[in-house]
């Protein structure tokens, strides 16, 4: 059975808009993994993939990669912003749970 354009439904905001982040996330991740490769060590760059573990919610795996730009960049207040973030986070959602048990 094929399905006619009559029959599909106009996606509307925000699931538009949802599916074109989506898209914009799929077109960076390349470009994203090129630059990384180039320039890994430079301060704006070492974040990025932190931001990324982040938002996808993998808190361990940002916090492992927060460390180290502690170390190498022991001047930039940026690097010290992202580990106490990543301390902060999740003990906001383990005070939820003891607070809800």
């Not at 808009?17 to 989506?22: F, I, T």
């Not at 070492?46 to 001047?75: C, K």
């Amino acid at each position: 059975m094929l399905i006619t354009d009559q029959f599909v439904k106009v996606l509307r905001f925000p699931v538009r808009r949802y599916l074109n982040c989506a898209i914009g996330w799929l077109e960076a991740k390349p470009e994203m993994d090129r630059i990384i490769r180039l320039n890994r060590f430079h301060p704006e760059v070492f974040v990025v993939p932190w931001q990324l573990q982040g938002r996808i919610g993998n808190h361990e795996a940002a916090r492992d990669l927060a460390r180290p730009s502690t170390d190498m960049f022991r001047d930039r207040p940026s690097g010290w912003l992202v580990l106490s973030y990543n301390f902060y986070h999740p003990a906001i959602r383990i005070l939820a749970q003891c607070l809800n048990d």
